[in-house]
Structure formats: C-alpha cells, structure tokens
DNA sequence: ATTAAATAATACCTGTAAGTATTAATTTAT
DNA sequence: ATAAATTAATACTTACAGGTATTATTTAAT
C-alpha cells in the first residue's frame, strides 16, 4: 500500500511540473502526460493550489506555475498536505501510539525502515530532481509544445 | 499509510500469539488483549487459519495455535496473504510500473526506503520477535490466565 | 461584445475496505 | 442427552477514498 493513490497523483503532477519548471502547464497538458482521471485531476491542481505549491492562471491560456521555489518543497510536505504524515510517524504500522516504556512486539523491527522512509521524504525537494543528486534525467524530461 | 489496517490487525495477531507461543488462546482472550474489533476478529482469525498459518481447534474449550514453526513465517508472507506484496515492490509510490529503460522521475529517491522495507518483511520471522534478535521482550510477553 | 478556453466550487456517485449480524457446525463438560 | 462455549460460513451494512458531473467564474482572442 505504501501511500495513498491521492498522493501518487499529486507527486506525479509535481514532479512532472518540477521537471518542466519553465512551462506553465493546463490541467489538460498534464492529463495527456499523466493519464490521471481528467476532473479528478482538476481537483486535485485545485488542491495543490489552495495548499500554495502551485498557482493557477485562469481564464484561456491559462494553467499553473509553481508558487514557490523548488528548493523549499519536500516530499515530506507534499504527502502532509495531501494525506497526512501522522500515520506514517506512528509505530506499529502505522495507527496505534506506542508508549517508549512498553514498546510493541514490532517496535525494533519497524523503526529502520520507517526512518529511512521518513528521512528520505524530509531531505529531498523537488529541486532534486532536476540537479540529478538523486536521479537521473536523461529519460525523464520531455519537451512540452503549444 | 503504510499497510492496510486488515494487515496491521493480522500483525498484531500474529505477534501477541508468537509471544504466546505455549499457549492456545482463544478468540475471547485475543479480543480482550488487542481490542480489535470482536467479530472483524473472529473473521480474521478464520481466514489466517484458511491461509495456514494458524490452526483452529473448535468447540469448547477450543482456539487457536500456530500451524508451523514461528521460524518459518516471514512478515512478508503474512502481509502477502492479507493484502499481498505487489504494491509495495511496484514503483512510484505502488501502483505503476516503471520501465526499466525509462525509470520515472521518483525512481531513485524510492529506491531506498523501499528496499528496506521489503528486506526487513522478507528477512524477519515470529520467531525473531522471541528470541530478541530484534526486538527486547522484556515489556511485551504476558502471562495468560485461563 | 462575444466566444472560446481555461480554472473554481460544489454536489453527487461508486467501489471497496472495514466492520456487523445471523445462523450453522463442532466439541466438551455436565 | 443437553447445554455451553467455541469456531465457520455467509450475507449484510457502513464509511470513506476515489472519481464524476454540473454550473459558475475568469481571461483573452477575435
């Protein structure tokens, strides 16, 4: 399960706009790259924009532009504002709070890869992606045409 | 999210009665440690039984054992019978699959949390949970009084 | 001014995970 | 034999994430 399908969209969106940062993007730009269900889709920009990382320019030739510089964007915030992070800060598996003196039976078991879960998504921005710290681009960007 | 909640119920049941090894424990005494909820339980119970994990001794008097040698069941498997495995080794965030000639812009950034995640699950058994090799017993095994 | 092309707001629908209810079957103590 | 205590099977209900539909608003090209 991992996250939610919410927040699968909304990375994709980002990320896909993170890697075209120069091109304001249409909702119906980013339905025929992403393939994300159209109106579910306008929703969610809707969403993203209320939330500050993009902003929208209506009216014809409209569409979204970041509101704010990539470097300041993580994952980590990204899935907070879509689905929340509590749930995945939580021990055993997520819902039940787990008190230090009388950890769970899963307690040790989970805390590694939770953290490198979490510490993945509070270290990395979307400016990351485009510098190659933690990816490669050669097959990823792909030029938008009007 | 992590895991489905039905996963973490199976966990949860699976762990206290890995603790408990000695001891058949019926329903009753298993809705009275975990507070999940009595008749979701009973169902669960039922299906980890089908699945072969557990084995049920009926009527009076009955309950449930484990079925085969704590050493021998993975976390993996357990939350592979639940809500199977597949999403979590998909990329992007679960559900699409990512080419490997043309990897998706998160691909690398997933890559980590993702393999210890799964290496943990594929790597750690209920039987680990007894013999401290992850985890300290010291608060979590209690006594069962009939 | 009008129309076309875009986003925004709001309400509604749907499929599925999670949970509940009912009845049947099994076993054992008495 | 009967009753009590358990699991099994099956069907139903509920809540919510995910997805649709409709209408309003905004902007710019003509």
Same mark, same amino acid.
């Given at each position: 399960m991992f996250i939610s399908k919410t927040s699968e969209h909304a990375l994709r969106i980002l990320?896909? #706009? $993170?890697l075209n940062y120069e091109t304001q993007l249409s $909702?119906?730009?980013?339905f025929e790259e992403l393939q994300i269900p159209k109106r579910y889709l306008m929703r969610l920009l809707t969403d993203l924009s209320k939330s500050g990382f993009i902003k929208a320019a209506r009216g014809r030739n409209g569409g979204y532009v970041f509101a704010r510089s990539l470097d300041t964007i993580y994952?980590? *915030?990204i899935i907070d504002s879509v689905e929340g992070l509590l749930t995945f800060e939580g021990c055993v598996l997520g819902s039940t709070v787990c008190?230090?003196? +009388?950890?769970? $039976? #899963?307690?040790?078991?989970? *805390? +590694?890869p939770k953290q490198t879960f979490l510490e993945t998504l509070k270290s990395t921005t979307l400016a990351d992606l485009r510098n190659g710290k933690n990816i490669r681009l050669k097959y990823s960007i792909k030029q938008i045409h009007h």
């Open positions: 990320t896909y #706009m $993170a $909702a119906r730009n980013l994952f980590s *915030e008190p230090v003196d +009388k950890p769970c $039976a #899963m307690h040790q078991i989970w *805390e +590694k």
